[in-house]
């Protein structure tokens, strides 16, 4: 019988940032890196992540529709935007990341693109945000994915709640056109 011969590869070695973090210690570089988002346990192959990354790595998708946040040792939260540099390492303290809902909305109206930190807008709020005034002379459409639409005719002051994918709307001129 011939004896197998395995090589331990340094760098194959797991770092569990959690268990650093409690010891008070700074993790090694060079090697592989263990996190936890919400209940998921993420390895990374490298201690420099974005937080883009860090979401889709834990499956959540698209990550516009959700705001990242890091667990700091002591209770703290800090919110990290998906294009941040989180550099594992130097970091220090790192406990665990959480996800929330979005921090801010994206949406269309004319195709222009929007954002709003609010989690719900009026039909007229949307289109004086946009710049489309006298908002009395317009009402709003909302395009859903299916290519069936939802009108604000009637209800130009209602509550509308921002969702996540981005939402398509159209503003449609209810005004007088003047005839020459």
Do not use: W
Not at 86 to 111: Q, T, W
């Amino acid at each position: 019988m011939q004896e197998q011969n395995f090589e331990f590869n340094a760098s194959d070695e797991i770092i569990i940032l959690i268990e650093y973090t409690n010891a008070g210690r700074k993790p090694p570089r060079g090697k592989r890196y263990k996190v936890q988002v919400d209940d998921k346990h993420i390895i990374f192959d490298h201690e420099v992540v974005t937080g883009e990354e860090v979401l889709k790595a834990a499956g959540l998708e698209p990550t516009e529709c959700y705001s990242l946040y890091l667990k700091l040792k002591g209770g703290d939260f800090e919110l990290i935007r998906p294009h941040e540099i989180i550099d594992l390492i130097e970091r220090g303290a790192v406990e665990h990341f959480i996800s929330k809902p979005p921090v801010v909305f994206h949406y269309s109206i004319d195709n222009e693109p929007e954002t709003t930190e609010e989690s719900e807008l009026s039909a007229n709020q949307i289109l004086e945000l946009a710049g489309i005034t006298p908002v009395k002379d317009y009402y709003l459409i909302r395009v859903n994915k299916d290519g069936s639409q939802v009108s604000y005719k009637d209800t130009p002051d209602a509550p509308i709640k921002m969702v996540c994918p981005s939402v398509k709307y159209v503003s449609i001129f209810r005004g007088e056109v003047p005839v020459s």
